[in-house]
Protein backbone atom coordinates (compact mmCIF):
# COMPACT_ATOMS: atom_id res chain seq x y z
CA UNK A 1 0.00 0.00 0.00
CA UNK A 2 2.40 2.89 -1.17
CA UNK A 3 -0.32 5.51 -0.02
CA UNK A 4 -0.42 4.83 2.98
CA UNK A 5 3.40 4.82 3.36
CA UNK A 6 3.79 8.45 1.46
CA UNK A 7 1.38 9.21 3.89
CA UNK A 8 3.12 8.28 7.11
CA UNK A 9 6.32 9.50 5.35
CA UNK A 10 5.05 12.96 5.25
CA UNK A 11 3.34 13.07 8.30
CA UNK A 12 6.28 12.67 10.01
CA UNK A 13 8.06 14.99 7.96
CA UNK A 14 5.53 17.58 8.93
CA UNK A 15 6.18 17.02 12.65
CA UNK A 16 9.82 16.93 12.12
CA UNK A 17 9.22 20.79 10.31
CA UNK A 18 7.29 21.32 13.12
CA UNK A 19 9.76 20.51 16.14
CA UNK A 20 12.52 22.12 13.61
CA UNK A 21 10.42 25.68 13.70
CA UNK A 22 7.32 25.23 15.72
CA UNK A 23 6.81 29.38 15.33
CA UNK A 24 5.41 28.46 11.91
CA UNK A 25 2.90 26.28 13.11
CA UNK A 26 -1.11 27.97 13.95
CA UNK A 27 -0.86 26.85 17.02
CA UNK A 28 2.23 28.94 18.35
CA UNK A 29 1.13 31.63 16.08
CA UNK A 30 -2.44 32.00 17.63
CA UNK A 31 -1.23 31.96 21.10
CA UNK A 32 1.76 34.28 21.20
CA UNK A 33 0.30 36.63 18.52
CA UNK A 34 3.63 38.82 17.58
CA UNK A 35 6.17 37.51 15.90
CA UNK A 36 9.50 37.46 18.14
CA UNK A 37 12.79 38.47 16.02
CA UNK A 38 15.96 38.77 18.19
CA UNK A 39 17.10 41.95 15.76
CA UNK A 40 14.03 43.89 15.52
CA UNK A 41 13.32 46.13 18.61
CA UNK A 42 9.84 46.57 18.26
CA UNK A 43 9.14 42.89 18.54
CA UNK A 44 11.01 42.24 21.13
CA UNK A 45 9.26 45.07 23.35
CA UNK A 46 5.74 43.56 21.53
CA UNK A 47 6.50 39.95 23.33
CA UNK A 48 6.63 41.92 26.72
CA UNK A 49 3.80 44.36 26.07
CA UNK A 50 1.63 42.14 24.26
CA UNK A 51 1.46 39.31 27.11
CA UNK A 52 -0.96 39.27 29.80
CA UNK A 53 1.25 38.74 32.06
CA UNK A 54 4.17 40.95 31.08
CA UNK A 55 2.42 43.72 30.37
CA UNK A 56 3.01 45.57 33.46
CA UNK A 57 6.52 45.94 32.63
CA UNK A 58 7.27 48.78 30.14
CA UNK A 59 8.88 47.50 26.52
CA UNK A 60 12.38 48.94 27.78
CA UNK A 61 13.92 50.08 30.91
CA UNK A 62 16.63 52.48 32.08
CA UNK A 63 19.67 50.18 31.57
CA UNK A 64 20.77 50.76 34.91
CA UNK A 65 17.62 49.77 36.57
CA UNK A 66 18.50 46.59 35.39
CA UNK A 67 21.10 46.38 37.73
CA UNK A 68 20.32 44.63 41.12
CA UNK A 69 22.05 46.45 43.26
CA UNK A 70 19.75 49.67 42.49
CA UNK A 71 16.23 47.85 43.64
CA UNK A 72 17.54 44.62 45.67
CA UNK A 73 14.48 43.59 43.44
CA UNK A 74 12.84 43.21 47.22
CA UNK A 75 9.58 44.65 45.32
CA UNK A 76 9.00 41.97 42.53
CA UNK A 77 10.22 39.11 45.29
CA UNK A 78 7.56 39.97 47.59
CA UNK A 79 4.58 39.97 44.64
CA UNK A 80 6.23 36.60 44.03
CA UNK A 81 6.03 35.51 47.55
CA UNK A 82 2.29 36.82 47.56
CA UNK A 83 1.24 34.45 44.93
CA UNK A 84 3.39 31.18 46.29
CA UNK A 85 1.28 32.75 49.57
CA UNK A 86 -1.81 32.06 47.73
CA UNK A 87 -1.30 28.99 46.01
CA UNK A 88 -0.45 27.21 49.24
CA UNK A 89 -2.25 28.82 51.27
CA UNK A 90 -5.30 27.63 48.29
CA UNK A 91 -4.21 23.98 48.75
CA UNK A 92 -4.03 24.48 52.75
CA UNK A 93 -8.11 25.65 52.83
CA UNK A 94 -8.46 22.03 50.95
CA UNK A 95 -7.56 20.46 54.93
CA UNK A 96 -8.61 22.98 56.81
CA UNK A 97 -12.08 23.70 58.93
CA UNK A 98 -11.89 26.74 60.85
CA UNK A 99 -13.94 25.26 63.94
CA UNK A 100 -12.42 25.00 67.34
CA UNK A 101 -13.49 20.73 67.03
CA UNK A 102 -11.79 20.75 63.69
CA UNK A 103 -8.99 22.99 63.07
CA UNK A 104 -6.10 21.98 65.80
CA UNK A 105 -6.72 17.77 64.46
CA UNK A 106 -6.44 19.23 60.96
CA UNK A 107 -2.97 20.63 61.15
CA UNK A 108 -2.03 17.43 62.58
CA UNK A 109 -3.07 15.61 59.79
CA UNK A 110 -1.92 17.60 57.76
CA UNK A 111 1.41 17.09 59.13
CA UNK A 112 1.61 13.80 59.23
CA UNK A 113 -1.29 12.33 57.23
CA UNK A 114 -1.32 14.46 54.10
CA UNK A 115 1.10 13.41 51.42
CA UNK A 116 3.34 16.95 51.38
CA UNK A 117 1.21 18.61 53.95
CA UNK A 118 3.83 19.54 56.89
CA UNK A 119 6.04 20.78 53.53
CA UNK A 120 3.22 23.10 52.37
CA UNK A 121 2.45 23.74 55.67
CA UNK A 122 6.20 24.74 56.53
CA UNK A 123 6.62 26.67 53.13
CA UNK A 124 3.05 29.12 54.02
CA UNK A 125 4.89 30.00 56.99
CA UNK A 126 7.99 30.62 56.01
CA UNK A 127 6.70 32.16 52.97
CA UNK A 128 4.93 34.67 55.28
CA UNK A 129 7.70 35.57 57.68
CA UNK A 130 9.97 36.13 54.48
CA UNK A 131 7.40 38.26 53.04
CA UNK A 132 7.44 40.84 56.22
CA UNK A 133 10.76 40.85 55.87
CA UNK A 134 11.01 42.25 52.22
CA UNK A 135 8.44 44.41 52.46
CA UNK A 136 10.37 45.96 55.18
CA UNK A 137 13.70 45.75 52.92
CA UNK A 138 11.53 47.30 50.12
CA UNK A 139 10.47 50.12 52.03
CA UNK A 140 14.18 50.95 53.39
CA UNK A 141 15.46 50.84 49.60
CA UNK A 142 12.04 52.76 48.60
CA UNK A 143 13.32 55.84 51.54
CA UNK A 144 17.31 55.26 50.85
CA UNK A 145 16.96 55.83 46.91
CA UNK A 146 14.34 58.79 47.94
CA UNK A 147 11.94 56.71 45.43
CA UNK A 148 8.53 58.37 47.43
CA UNK A 149 9.15 61.48 45.88
CA UNK A 150 7.18 64.31 43.55
CA UNK A 151 5.33 62.32 41.81
CA UNK A 152 5.58 59.08 43.53
CA UNK A 153 4.36 60.43 47.25
CA UNK A 154 0.82 58.56 46.72
CA UNK A 155 1.97 55.44 45.51
CA UNK A 156 4.18 55.54 48.94
CA UNK A 157 1.15 55.85 50.53
CA UNK A 158 -0.34 52.79 48.95
CA UNK A 159 2.96 51.07 50.24
CA UNK A 160 2.29 52.10 53.50
CA UNK A 161 -1.16 50.51 53.61
CA UNK A 162 0.19 47.12 51.90
CA UNK A 163 2.61 46.76 54.67
CA UNK A 164 -0.17 47.34 57.29
CA UNK A 165 -1.76 44.53 55.06
CA UNK A 166 0.86 42.25 55.07
CA UNK A 167 1.21 42.19 58.81
CA UNK A 168 -2.28 42.00 58.89
CA UNK A 169 -2.46 39.04 56.58
CA UNK A 170 0.24 37.32 58.78
CA UNK A 171 -1.41 38.20 62.64
CA UNK A 172 -4.54 37.21 60.74
CA UNK A 173 -2.76 33.61 60.20
CA UNK A 174 -1.14 33.50 63.34
CA UNK A 175 -4.56 31.98 65.14
CA UNK A 176 -5.42 29.39 62.76
CA UNK A 177 -3.42 26.26 64.06
CA UNK A 178 -5.33 27.05 67.25
CA UNK A 179 -2.59 25.72 69.13
CA UNK A 180 -1.17 27.95 72.75
CA UNK A 181 1.15 29.71 70.64
CA UNK A 182 -1.24 31.47 68.49
CA UNK A 183 -4.49 31.67 70.87
CA UNK A 184 -1.76 33.52 73.47
CA UNK A 185 -0.67 35.76 70.60
CA UNK A 186 -3.69 36.59 69.83
CA UNK A 187 -4.63 37.28 73.11
CA UNK A 188 -1.96 39.20 73.97
CA UNK A 189 -2.08 41.08 70.73
CA UNK A 190 -6.31 41.39 71.04
CA UNK A 191 -6.00 42.45 74.42
CA UNK A 192 -4.12 45.78 73.89
CA UNK A 193 -7.50 46.74 71.94
CA UNK A 194 -9.52 46.75 75.19
CA UNK A 195 -7.47 49.97 75.34
CA UNK A 196 -8.28 52.07 72.52
CA UNK A 197 -9.13 55.52 73.25
CA UNK A 198 -13.39 56.21 73.13
CA UNK A 199 -14.06 52.33 72.20
CA UNK A 200 -12.42 50.14 74.17
CA UNK A 201 -13.59 49.36 77.52
CA UNK A 202 -10.20 49.60 79.50
CA UNK A 203 -9.35 52.94 77.32
CA UNK A 204 -9.42 56.62 77.86
CA UNK A 205 -12.87 57.17 77.97
CA UNK A 206 -13.76 54.44 77.19
CA UNK A 207 -16.12 53.82 80.41
CA UNK A 208 -17.41 57.03 80.16
CA UNK A 209 -19.32 56.61 76.70
CA UNK A 210 -20.88 53.04 77.90
CA UNK A 211 -18.26 50.44 76.44
CA UNK A 212 -18.07 47.23 78.21
CA UNK A 213 -16.44 43.95 77.64
CA UNK A 214 -19.16 42.96 75.25
CA UNK A 215 -19.62 45.91 72.88
CA UNK A 216 -16.35 47.48 72.33
CA UNK A 217 -13.98 47.48 69.17
CA UNK A 218 -12.25 44.29 70.87
CA UNK A 219 -15.31 42.26 70.49
CA UNK A 220 -16.06 43.07 67.59
CA UNK A 221 -12.60 42.11 65.83
CA UNK A 222 -13.18 38.63 68.05
CA UNK A 223 -16.82 38.17 68.05
CA UNK A 224 -17.27 37.68 71.93
CA UNK A 225 -15.06 38.36 74.63
CA UNK A 226 -12.23 36.16 74.56
CA UNK A 227 -10.69 34.34 71.74
CA UNK A 228 -12.99 31.29 71.33
CA UNK A 229 -14.83 29.99 68.10
CA UNK A 230 -16.06 33.00 66.57
CA UNK A 231 -12.70 34.93 66.75
CA UNK A 232 -11.31 31.59 65.01
CA UNK A 233 -14.10 32.02 62.46
CA UNK A 234 -13.34 35.98 61.93
CA UNK A 235 -9.87 35.17 61.97
CA UNK A 236 -10.04 33.02 58.99
CA UNK A 237 -12.27 35.27 56.79
CA UNK A 238 -10.35 37.96 57.49
CA UNK A 239 -6.80 35.96 56.36
CA UNK A 240 -8.30 33.56 53.60
CA UNK A 241 -11.26 36.15 51.71
CA UNK A 242 -11.25 39.52 53.09
CA UNK A 243 -7.39 41.10 53.67
CA UNK A 244 -6.39 39.31 50.44
CA UNK A 245 -9.07 40.43 48.02
CA UNK A 246 -8.39 44.06 49.78
CA UNK A 247 -4.49 43.90 49.15
CA UNK A 248 -5.04 42.78 45.73
CA UNK A 249 -6.97 45.77 44.78
CA UNK A 250 -3.85 47.68 46.60
CA UNK A 251 -1.29 45.64 44.71
CA UNK A 252 -2.84 46.52 41.35
CA UNK A 253 -3.16 50.19 42.24
CA UNK A 254 0.70 49.95 43.46
CA UNK A 255 1.87 48.58 40.00
CA UNK A 256 -0.18 50.50 37.84
CA UNK A 257 1.14 54.13 39.56
CA UNK A 258 4.67 52.69 39.26
CA UNK A 259 4.06 52.74 35.89
CA UNK A 260 2.27 55.83 35.57
CA UNK A 261 5.12 57.68 37.51
CA UNK A 262 7.07 57.42 35.44
CA UNK A 263 9.00 54.00 35.74
CA UNK A 264 10.46 52.90 38.41
CA UNK A 265 12.48 55.61 40.77
CA UNK A 266 15.91 55.46 38.48
CA UNK A 267 19.13 55.06 39.10
CA UNK A 268 17.90 59.20 38.13
CA UNK A 269 20.83 61.45 37.12
CA UNK A 270 22.12 63.28 39.95
CA UNK A 271 20.97 66.63 40.47
CA UNK A 272 23.96 69.65 42.47
CA UNK A 273 22.85 71.81 45.03
CA UNK A 274 23.80 74.61 42.74
CA UNK A 275 21.04 73.59 40.55
CA UNK A 276 18.20 73.72 42.64
CA UNK A 277 15.40 75.71 40.87
CA UNK A 278 13.75 78.62 42.93
CA UNK A 279 10.72 77.45 44.87
CA UNK A 280 7.46 77.85 42.11
CA UNK A 281 5.01 80.36 43.78
CA UNK A 282 2.33 78.93 46.53
CA UNK B 1 26.46 31.77 82.50
CA UNK B 2 24.17 29.48 80.86
CA UNK B 3 24.01 30.06 76.97
CA UNK B 4 21.54 27.19 76.23
CA UNK B 5 18.66 29.59 77.21
CA UNK B 6 19.58 32.26 74.59
CA UNK B 7 20.69 29.14 72.40
CA UNK B 8 16.83 27.91 72.48
CA UNK B 9 15.60 31.08 71.74
CA UNK B 10 17.45 31.54 68.93
CA UNK B 11 16.77 28.60 67.45
CA UNK B 12 13.15 28.77 68.02
CA UNK B 13 11.29 27.90 64.10
CA UNK B 14 9.70 31.57 65.13
CA UNK B 15 12.69 33.43 65.80
CA UNK B 16 14.69 32.29 62.47
CA UNK B 17 13.23 35.48 60.89
CA UNK B 18 14.98 37.81 63.65
CA UNK B 19 17.90 36.16 63.09
CA UNK B 20 17.93 36.18 59.22
CA UNK B 21 16.78 40.04 60.27
CA UNK B 22 20.16 40.71 62.26
CA UNK B 23 22.18 39.88 59.38
CA UNK B 24 20.20 41.01 56.24
CA UNK B 25 19.43 44.54 57.84
CA UNK B 26 22.60 45.42 58.26
CA UNK B 27 24.11 43.85 54.64
CA UNK B 28 21.37 46.22 53.05
CA UNK B 29 22.39 49.27 55.12
CA UNK B 30 25.85 48.72 54.08
CA UNK B 31 25.36 47.89 50.43
CA UNK B 32 23.40 51.33 49.98
CA UNK B 33 25.64 53.21 51.95
CA UNK B 34 28.43 52.00 49.58
CA UNK B 35 26.85 52.92 46.26
CA UNK B 36 25.27 56.41 48.31
CA UNK B 37 29.52 56.73 49.23
CA UNK B 38 29.90 56.14 45.09
CA UNK B 39 27.30 59.06 44.16
CA UNK B 40 28.17 61.34 46.68
CA UNK B 41 32.12 61.01 45.53
CA UNK B 42 30.22 61.69 42.00
CA UNK B 43 28.32 64.60 43.34
CA UNK B 44 31.45 66.28 44.79
CA UNK B 45 33.42 65.94 41.84
CA UNK B 46 30.82 67.54 39.71
CA UNK B 47 30.23 70.34 42.22
CA UNK B 48 34.00 71.37 41.53
CA UNK B 49 33.86 71.16 38.20
CA UNK B 50 30.79 72.60 36.29
CA UNK B 51 32.40 72.05 32.73
CA UNK B 52 32.40 68.21 33.88
CA UNK B 53 28.57 68.60 35.38
CA UNK B 54 27.64 69.59 31.72
CA UNK B 55 28.90 66.86 29.72
CA UNK B 56 28.67 63.99 32.30
CA UNK B 57 26.03 61.36 32.24
CA UNK B 58 25.33 61.78 35.79
CA UNK B 59 25.52 58.43 37.63
CA UNK B 60 28.10 56.39 39.50
CA UNK B 61 27.09 53.76 37.00
CA UNK B 62 29.37 53.02 33.95
CA UNK B 63 28.54 54.78 30.72
CA UNK B 64 30.21 54.55 27.43
CA UNK B 65 29.21 56.95 24.35
CA UNK B 66 26.94 54.78 21.96
CA UNK B 67 25.61 52.81 24.56
CA UNK B 68 21.62 52.71 24.81
CA UNK B 69 20.70 54.00 27.59
CA UNK B 70 17.36 51.84 27.55
CA UNK B 71 17.17 47.91 27.25
CA UNK B 72 14.35 46.08 26.33
CA UNK B 73 12.93 44.23 29.32
CA UNK B 74 12.52 40.83 27.36
CA UNK B 75 15.68 39.37 27.92
CA UNK B 76 17.84 41.86 30.16
CA UNK B 77 15.22 42.57 33.22
CA UNK B 78 12.76 39.24 33.06
CA UNK B 79 15.50 36.66 33.03
CA UNK B 80 16.74 38.56 36.49
CA UNK B 81 13.32 38.08 37.55
CA UNK B 82 13.08 34.46 36.79
CA UNK B 83 16.74 33.94 38.34
CA UNK B 84 14.86 35.95 41.40
CA UNK B 85 12.35 33.61 41.41
CA UNK B 86 13.92 30.62 41.24
CA UNK B 87 16.23 31.84 43.93
CA UNK B 88 13.43 32.28 46.60
CA UNK B 89 11.52 29.06 45.65
CA UNK B 90 14.99 27.17 46.35
CA UNK B 91 15.54 29.20 49.36
CA UNK B 92 12.20 28.75 50.76
CA UNK B 93 11.83 25.08 49.80
CA UNK B 94 15.28 24.52 51.57
CA UNK B 95 13.66 26.37 54.62
CA UNK B 96 10.48 24.27 54.76
CA UNK B 97 12.09 21.09 54.99
CA UNK B 98 15.14 21.74 57.11
CA UNK B 99 12.89 23.67 59.90
CA UNK B 100 9.16 22.62 60.78
CA UNK B 101 7.01 24.98 61.24
CA UNK B 102 6.05 25.31 65.35
CA UNK B 103 2.90 23.89 66.40
CA UNK B 104 2.25 24.21 70.31
CA UNK B 105 -0.47 22.01 72.65
CA UNK B 106 -3.90 22.85 71.61
CA UNK B 107 -5.09 26.16 72.62
CA UNK B 108 -6.29 26.43 76.31
CA UNK B 109 -7.15 29.31 77.77
CA UNK B 110 -7.13 27.72 80.92
CA UNK B 111 -3.16 27.61 80.93
CA UNK B 112 -1.32 30.83 80.19
CA UNK B 113 1.81 30.83 78.42
CA UNK B 114 4.78 32.37 79.72
CA UNK B 115 5.76 34.35 78.36
CA UNK B 116 3.10 34.89 75.84
CA UNK B 117 5.28 36.54 73.20
CA UNK B 118 3.16 38.07 70.28
CA UNK B 119 4.52 37.06 66.39
CA UNK B 120 7.98 38.64 66.00
CA UNK B 121 7.19 41.57 63.75
CA UNK B 122 4.69 43.08 66.47
CA UNK B 123 6.85 42.09 69.19
CA UNK B 124 8.21 45.57 69.14
CA UNK B 125 4.45 47.02 69.99
CA UNK B 126 4.71 44.38 73.03
CA UNK B 127 7.45 45.71 74.35
CA UNK B 128 6.52 49.30 74.18
CA UNK B 129 3.62 48.32 76.46
CA UNK B 130 6.55 48.19 79.15
CA UNK B 131 6.95 51.78 78.54
CA UNK B 132 3.15 53.19 78.28
CA UNK B 133 -0.26 52.28 78.35
CA UNK B 134 -1.79 49.87 76.61
CA UNK B 135 -4.14 52.43 75.18
CA UNK B 136 -0.83 54.91 74.05
CA UNK B 137 1.66 51.68 73.15
CA UNK B 138 -0.76 49.46 71.55
CA UNK B 139 -3.55 51.38 69.42
CA UNK B 140 -2.20 55.20 69.75
CA UNK B 141 1.42 54.80 68.96
CA UNK B 142 0.96 52.57 66.02
CA UNK B 143 -1.45 55.00 64.62
CA UNK B 144 1.03 57.40 64.87
CA UNK B 145 3.89 55.76 63.20
CA UNK B 146 1.52 54.09 60.14
CA UNK B 147 0.22 58.63 59.89
CA UNK B 148 3.93 59.25 59.96
CA UNK B 149 4.85 57.27 57.67
CA UNK B 150 2.18 58.48 55.09
CA UNK B 151 3.11 61.84 55.76
CA UNK B 152 6.74 61.32 55.49
CA UNK B 153 6.66 61.81 51.78
CA UNK B 154 4.44 65.16 52.00
CA UNK B 155 6.64 66.62 54.52
CA UNK B 156 9.77 66.22 53.01
CA UNK B 157 10.52 69.19 51.04
CA UNK B 158 14.12 68.85 50.18
CA UNK B 159 14.18 69.01 45.85
CA UNK B 160 16.87 66.83 45.62
CA UNK B 161 18.10 62.90 45.87
CA UNK B 162 15.33 61.79 43.89
CA UNK B 163 15.74 58.13 42.22
CA UNK B 164 19.95 57.60 43.50
CA UNK B 165 21.32 56.70 46.76
CA UNK B 166 23.07 59.58 48.84
CA UNK B 167 23.95 60.60 52.03
CA UNK B 168 25.24 64.24 51.42
CA UNK B 169 22.16 65.43 49.97
CA UNK B 170 19.50 64.19 52.52
CA UNK B 171 20.84 63.60 55.64
CA UNK B 172 17.78 64.71 57.70
CA UNK B 173 15.26 62.70 56.30
CA UNK B 174 17.40 59.56 56.07
CA UNK B 175 18.62 60.18 59.76
CA UNK B 176 15.10 60.35 60.47
CA UNK B 177 13.66 57.27 59.38
CA UNK B 178 17.06 55.31 59.66
CA UNK B 179 16.24 56.25 63.30
CA UNK B 180 12.73 54.90 63.37
CA UNK B 181 13.57 51.89 61.74
CA UNK B 182 16.26 50.98 64.17
CA UNK B 183 14.16 51.62 67.27
CA UNK B 184 11.80 49.43 65.82
CA UNK B 185 14.04 46.65 65.31
CA UNK B 186 15.80 47.09 68.44
CA UNK B 187 12.06 46.77 70.25
CA UNK B 188 11.81 43.53 68.24
CA UNK B 189 15.58 42.39 69.43
CA UNK B 190 14.80 43.35 73.20
CA UNK B 191 11.40 41.64 73.43
CA UNK B 192 12.46 38.41 71.71
CA UNK B 193 16.05 37.99 73.00
CA UNK B 194 15.90 39.85 76.33
CA UNK B 195 12.48 39.15 77.93
CA UNK B 196 11.67 36.08 79.92
CA UNK B 197 9.04 34.90 82.20
CA UNK B 198 6.93 38.16 83.33
CA UNK B 199 8.33 40.12 80.83
CA UNK B 200 11.65 40.09 83.02
CA UNK B 201 14.68 41.35 81.43
CA UNK B 202 17.08 38.42 81.03
CA UNK B 203 20.76 39.13 79.76
CA UNK B 204 22.02 36.81 76.96
CA UNK B 205 23.69 33.81 79.53
CA UNK B 206 20.84 34.38 82.72
CA UNK B 207 18.71 31.38 82.72
CA UNK B 208 14.80 32.15 82.77
CA UNK B 209 13.50 32.04 86.40
CA UNK B 210 9.95 31.64 86.69
CA UNK B 211 10.16 32.00 90.14
CA UNK B 212 12.31 34.99 89.77
CA UNK B 213 10.29 38.38 92.10
CA UNK B 214 11.71 41.79 91.62
CA UNK B 215 11.86 44.60 93.95
CA UNK B 216 11.64 47.33 91.92
CA UNK B 217 9.23 49.94 92.66
CA UNK B 218 8.27 51.95 89.85
CA UNK B 219 7.77 55.85 90.92
CA UNK B 220 5.54 58.31 89.14
CA UNK B 221 7.56 61.74 88.62
CA UNK B 222 5.15 63.50 91.04
CA UNK B 223 6.06 60.94 93.33
CA UNK B 224 10.02 61.36 92.44
CA UNK B 225 9.69 64.90 93.34
CA UNK B 226 7.49 64.29 96.31
CA UNK B 227 4.49 66.15 95.13
CA UNK B 228 1.31 63.95 97.08
CA UNK B 229 -1.77 66.65 95.74
CA UNK B 230 -2.57 65.05 92.49
CA UNK B 231 -3.73 68.35 91.10
CA UNK B 232 -0.48 70.03 91.32
CA UNK B 233 1.53 66.50 90.03
CA UNK B 234 -0.72 66.73 86.98
CA UNK B 235 0.03 70.55 86.97
CA UNK B 236 3.82 69.20 87.16
CA UNK B 237 3.69 66.51 84.83
CA UNK B 238 2.15 68.37 82.11
CA UNK B 239 4.73 70.70 82.09
CA UNK B 240 7.33 67.94 82.64
CA UNK B 241 6.18 67.03 79.02
CA UNK B 242 5.62 70.63 77.74
CA UNK B 243 9.42 71.16 78.76
CA UNK B 244 10.36 67.57 76.76
CA UNK B 245 8.40 68.89 73.50
CA UNK B 246 9.90 72.13 73.62
CA UNK B 247 13.79 71.19 74.41
CA UNK B 248 13.46 68.15 71.79
CA UNK B 249 11.38 70.55 69.44
CA UNK B 250 14.65 72.82 70.05
CA UNK B 251 17.22 69.72 69.96
CA UNK B 252 15.29 68.62 66.30
CA UNK B 253 15.56 72.26 65.32
CA UNK B 254 19.62 72.53 65.66
CA UNK B 255 19.97 68.92 63.86
CA UNK B 256 18.07 70.02 60.52
CA UNK B 257 19.43 73.34 60.29
CA UNK B 258 23.49 72.16 61.27
CA UNK B 259 24.42 72.56 57.29
CA UNK B 260 24.06 74.99 54.59
CA UNK B 261 21.74 72.66 52.69
CA UNK B 262 19.63 71.53 55.62
CA UNK B 263 18.94 75.20 56.06
CA UNK B 264 18.44 75.69 52.23
CA UNK B 265 15.91 72.92 52.20
CA UNK B 266 14.20 74.13 55.70
CA UNK B 267 13.73 77.39 54.32
CA UNK B 268 11.50 75.87 51.35
CA UNK B 269 9.41 73.98 54.03
CA UNK B 270 6.25 75.17 55.04
CA UNK B 271 4.89 75.82 58.33
CA UNK B 272 2.51 73.03 58.56
CA UNK B 273 5.11 70.67 56.98
CA UNK B 274 7.45 71.64 59.79
CA UNK B 275 4.83 71.26 62.18
CA UNK B 276 3.96 67.84 61.43
CA UNK B 277 7.65 66.95 61.02
CA UNK B 278 8.33 68.00 64.34
CA UNK B 279 5.29 66.70 66.15
CA UNK B 280 6.12 63.04 64.74
CA UNK B 281 9.99 63.72 65.06
CA UNK B 282 9.54 64.95 68.88
CA UNK B 283 6.52 62.17 69.81
CA UNK B 284 8.07 59.16 68.31
CA UNK B 285 11.87 59.26 67.16
CA UNK B 286 13.19 61.49 70.62
CA UNK B 287 9.82 60.21 72.84
CA UNK B 288 9.94 56.73 72.63
CA UNK B 289 13.66 56.32 73.61
CA UNK B 290 13.44 58.95 76.47
CA UNK B 291 10.34 57.18 77.90
CA UNK B 292 12.70 54.05 77.64
CA UNK B 293 14.80 55.61 79.50
CA UNK B 294 13.40 57.02 82.26
CA UNK B 295 11.70 53.61 83.01
CA UNK B 296 14.71 51.79 82.65
CA UNK B 297 17.58 53.98 84.10
CA UNK B 298 15.36 55.88 86.97
CA UNK B 299 12.32 53.78 87.13
CA UNK B 300 9.70 56.30 86.53
CA UNK B 301 6.35 54.88 85.10
CA UNK B 302 4.44 58.08 84.79
CA UNK B 303 5.19 60.99 84.01
CA UNK B 304 1.98 63.14 83.58
CA UNK B 305 -0.82 61.07 86.02
CA UNK B 306 -5.07 61.92 85.07
CA UNK B 307 -7.63 60.19 86.41
CA UNK B 308 -8.24 59.24 82.78
CA UNK B 309 -5.44 58.12 81.47
CA UNK B 310 -1.18 58.10 81.81
CA UNK B 311 1.50 59.08 80.16
Redesign the interface.
Known sequence: MPGLRDGIRSGINGLRAILKTPQKTQIWKSIFRVKHERKDPRTRALGTVGNVFLHLHPGKINRDAVRYSYTWGMGGISFYLFTILTLTGALLMFYYHPTKVQAYRDILYLEHDVPFGRLLRNAHRWAGHLMVITVWLHMLRVVLTGAYKKPREFNWCVGVLLLVFTLLLSFTGYLLPDDQLGFWAVTVGTNMACATPLVGHEGPFGPQLGMTQANDVRFAMLGGTIVDSAALLRAYIWHCVAIPLIAVVFMGVHFWRVRKDGGISGPAPVVLESEIKPEPER | MDWRQIGEIVSQP?N??IV??AL??PF??W??WR??RA?DR??SE??ADPAQ?ATH?????PYRRG????????P???R??FL??LI??VL??V???A???????????N???NP???????VG??EM?VYF???F????LPVLI?TG??A???I?S?????????LR??GV??WG?GVG?FLWLMLIFIGTFLRGPGWMWFWPGQTWDHARVTYEVNRNLAGVLGIVNPWLGGVVGLAALGLFYWLAGKAIQWLVTRRP?DR?IFE?T?PLQYLVFQFFAITILAGLPAKMILRLVFRIQYVLVTP??NI
Open positions: DVPGLVVFVFGQATLILEAHRKPQWDRELPVWYLLIEAAVTLLWAIINAPLEEPANPYSMAKAPWYFLQLDPWAGVAILLFPYDNPLGSGYYTQRALFFLKRSWF
